[in-house]
């Protein structure tokens, strides 16, 4: 779903906040940034109890949000040079092809091809947000030495961009997410936080240096933090459906106490089998040894557990580990007592939801429209991308991640990532050269993905179809 200015506006009612930030605009990218559709208890768990916290240490989340009072502590952007950024944004990632693509009810012929789009996809408000405030901190604060403390989003084109616009990329050492150089941020520097959020630590160190800091986290990232502090509070271990090195679960892991993370259905089901009938600790330890917190023991900690998860996942594989962990835990305890030892937030955001959603329905149809073959185009490091892909690939529907353009070979070739991770090239469209025979594809992009780069993705398909049949 893209947000109407209706919704948007029945949203920021319910926010109570003014409507000026997000007059729509038909030529430029709008940014809703007011808009959120964030969920609206963020804001409600977001409040501090000094009730609550007066006898107790303060939990992380407690201690961000003292971070988050202070003056050079930025979340909203600066109003001066909105304008500006709205109109570079929409000039560097719009697309007139894909426009048009929507105003056709998502079918489009061109050069014999024919592409159906997917309902949901591309650009999610969250990504939209979080470039419109690095944008506009590089503009709002000139002169002054802009850092980020890692990728802002996955794709490679708008990363591209803040190298140019001279942002200097914090250096991960060795490669590790959790161990970077902060020695260059000096005082009065200006440091970004991505789309996918800090960790408590990074957060903790550059609130100490004299720098101001703008954060662009994701507030649907910002929920799971919430969700692994009320774990915190209840006593419970959270496990977290997700990538233990992903950049926004190493931030979500800094947030926790105790934490496991499962990275699919079959490590959750190690767990569920340990939570059951005990096990080998040793090696139950030595496969997790990377993917929990300090000090973790499986035999007392995994009595009261509670589930969180990386807003990009696959949406129906956290359900199954949800059902699985609550199963488990009415082996255990019976089906009375399994409410006190297992909690469930839903944290998939709606945009990857959304967007899972339409290309479930492009699969639905494959048969019936024709499909060639299915593009799914977005960062190669990019989660929601990389499950857009896993949805055909496990319907058996002939599909392709690709990363930018150029993946597309003039020799009707196709360089892209498989389900496991691979970079493979193979042919791409049998009997390219028969003028007689129209080529049908289904198309869809990853939250972090640009409508440009699925118009140029496009182009070179109907180039490559021109091309090899006149
Ligand atoms: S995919 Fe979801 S969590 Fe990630 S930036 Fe977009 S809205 Fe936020």
Request: proline share 3%; charged share 30%; glycine share 6%.
């Amino acid at each position: 779903m893209k947000f109407t200015a209706a919704s948007v506006l029945a949203v920021a009612a319910l926010l109570s906040i003014g409507s000026d930030a997000f007059a729509p605009s038909s030529s430029r990218i709008v940014v809703h940034r007011a808009a959120a559709p964030q969920p609206l208890s963020v804001s409600a768990t977001e409040e501090l109890s000094s009730a609550d916290t007066e006898e107790r240490k303060p939990t992380k989340k407690e201690k961000r949000l003292e971070f988050m009072k202070e003056t050079t502590f930025h979340r909203k952007g600066f109003k001066e040079v909105r304008d500006n950024v709205e109109k570079n944004m929409g000039e560097q990632f719009k697309s007139s092809l894909v426009d048009e693509l929507k105003s056709n009810n998502y079918v489009i012929e061109k050069d014999g091809v024919r592409v159906h789009l997917a309902k949901d996809f591309g650009f999610c408000w969250g990504v939209e947000r979080s470039i419109a405030l690095a944008y506009e901190a590089v503009e709002h604060f000139p002169g002054k030495k802009v850092h980020i403390t890692n990728e802002l989003i996955h794709n490679p084109e708008v990363n591209d961009r803040l190298h140019d616009m001279n942002v200097q990329f914090i250096e991960k050492l060795d490669g590790d997410a959790n161990s970077k150089d902060f020695s260059t941020v000096g005082d009065g520097d200006v440091v970004i936080l991505p789309a996918f959020g800090a960790s408590f630590e990074e957060m903790s160190l550059l609130n100490a240096k004299n720098v101001d800091i703008v954060d662009t986290t994701c507030p649907w990232v910002s929920k799971v933090w919430n969700t692994v502090d009320q774990h915190q509070r209840k006593g419970l271990t959270s496990i977290i459906h997700g990538k233990y090195a992903h950049e926004e679960t190493v931030a979500t892991t800094s947030f926790c106490e105790d934490y496991i993370c499962v990275k699919d259905i079959k490590e959750a089901e190690m767990v569920a089998d340990y939570i059951v009938n005990g096990g080998d600790k040793e090696k139950f330890m030595n496969h997790f040894k990377k993917a929990v917190s300090e000090g973790f023991d499986p035999d007392t900690m995994l009595n009261k557990v509670g589930l969180a998860n990386q807003t990009t996942m696959y949406k129906k594989e956290t359900r199954e580990i949800g059902q699985l962990m609550q199963k488990a835990m009415i082996k255990k305890f019976g089906p009375v007592d399994a409410k006190d030892h297992y909690s469930e937030f839903d944290t998939i955001c709606d945009a990857t939801q959304e967007r899972q959603d339409a290309i479930h329905e492009l699969v639905e149809k494959a048969d019936e429209l024709k499909l060639d073959f299915i593009l799914v185009v977005g960062g190669w490091d990019s989660s929601n991308t990389a499950h857009l892909l896993e949805i055909p690939q496990k319907a058996g529907v002939r599909s392709f991640h690709i990363n930018t353009a150029s993946c597309i070979g003039a020799d009707n070739t196709i360089t892209h990532r498989t389900m496991s991770g691979e970079i493979v090239t193979e042919k791409l469209i049998e009997d390219i050269e028969n003028k007689d025979k129209e080529v049908i594809i289904g198309v869809t992009s990853g939250a972090s993905t640009p409508d440009k780069a699925v118009q140029d993705s496009l182009s070179s398909i109907f180039l490559l179809k021109k091309m090899s049949s006149s």
